[in-house]
């Protein structure tokens, strides 16, 4: 079982920083998660939620802020966000993987996952087999496919989905589950035949009960928990 920084090392440091980046990438794990929305100006900004008020404790929301005011405030500890370039950067030739969730509904509508392709191609990770998508849109996630096909596709599943017709029209690469709907439905583990990304098991006994279960992507707060809560 893969283990994936969930926002970097979240569980420690302010989650999506370039601090709980850096510390994700020290560690002997699979790979980091990131969430990507876009500023008014165009920029791709890592973050996961649409206003500020919960990571910074003001308010503002990113799609009506410029980067240059963005990049000014704290999110904690006194760091600040990240371009997805910057966070590209970072990866370098590091063994890691980086699983980027496009973030919807957005009022940019289908230009996310197209700068997306354009930021990847800058950083020449386009065709990176360490470059993951992942989303809760299927039309985000058909989207990726139109526009690279090549770049590894999940489709996040939420829990109140029952019946998945489109799923395979969404042509993803891998499916997504919380915990709570993979101990209600254990079956839907590896479903259609996909390789399977949990999220977000923080507790020793989660993670040991995903490895158990045929989890291949295990997405954590805490990576260090992981590395002594399983056998790699």
Known sequence: MKIVAHRGYSGKYPELSPLAFAKALELPIHGLE????????????VNHDATLD??????????????????????GGG?????????????????????????H?????????????????????LDDPRIHMISFSHKAVRRMQ?????????????DWERHFPDVLLSRPTGLGMSLLRAKL????????GLPTYLW???KPDDMKWAWSNGIDI???NQPEVALHAIEL
């Not at 990131?34 to 900004?45: A, E, F, T, Y």
């Not at 760091?79 to 973030?103: A, C, S, V």
């Not at 139109?146 to 939420?158: K, N």
Request: aromatic letters at 6%; one cysteine or more.
């Open 79 to 103: 760091q600040h966000m990240l371009l997805l370039d910057e966070l590209l950067e970072m990866l370098g030739d590091n063994p890691h993987h980086l699983y980027i969730e496009t973030k």
């Open 218 to 220: 295990l997405a954590t």
């Open 146 to 158: 139109s526009l690279a096909p090549q770049v590894d596709r999940f489709y996040l599943r939420r």
């Open 185 to 192: 439905r254990p079956d839907d583990i590896g479903a259609f």
């Open 54 to 75: 919960r990571t910074a404790g003001r308010p503002g929301r990113i799609a009506q802020m410029d980067w240059e005011e963005l990049h000014q405030v704290d999110i």
């Open 34 to 45: 990131c969430d990507i929305r876009l500023s008014r100006d165009g920029k791709v900004v």
């Open 105 to 125: 509904p957005s009022g940019q509508g289908d230009v996310l996952e197209e700068q997306l392709v354009l930021r990847l191609r800058y950083a020449g990770l």
């Open 200 to 202: 977000t098991v923080d």
